[in-house]
């Protein structure tokens, strides 16, 4: 069964950190190049990241140096996940794991409130 569960959101401060856990179940994921995305209240769901299945990079220019990417292929279950440094109230929204490529039903995403 294709699933994908995302974890480790929360309320930080502005300049905090935070990292953002994606199970992604289904042997699917490990061929995959992955992204996470996040949607602010009244915002187009926007990409944040994206790695390929080699582990190449790319980032929003409005996350470069702050946020980092990263994967782990298991065997049936692929964990995707967003190291989140210097968090500002403008990352503040939901965000979700997904393929970059013939994207799968979203997942209920994780809450990321930066506020003082």
């Known amino acids: 069964q294709v699933q994908l569960v995302e974890s480790g959101g929360g309320l930080v401060q502005p300049g905090g950190s935070l990292r953002l856990s994606c199970a992604a179940s289904?042997?699917?994921?490990?061929?995959?190049?992955m992204g996470w995305y996040r949607q602010a209240i009244g915002e187009q769901r926007e990409l944040v990241a994206t790695?390929?299945?080699?582990?190449?990079?790319?980032?929003a220019d409005f996350v470069k140096g702050r946020f980092a990417i990263s994967r782990d292929n298991g065997k049936n279950t692929m964990y995707l996940y967003l190291q989140m440094n210097s968090l500002k109230p403008e990352d503040t929204a939901v965000y979700y794991c997904n393929k970059v490529n013939l994207r799968l039903p979203w997942g209920q995403g994780t809450q990321v409130t930066v506020s003082s």
């Open positions: 790695i390929t299945t080699l582990g190449r990079t790319n980032y």
């Open positions: 289904g042997s699917i994921f490990s061929t995959a190049a």
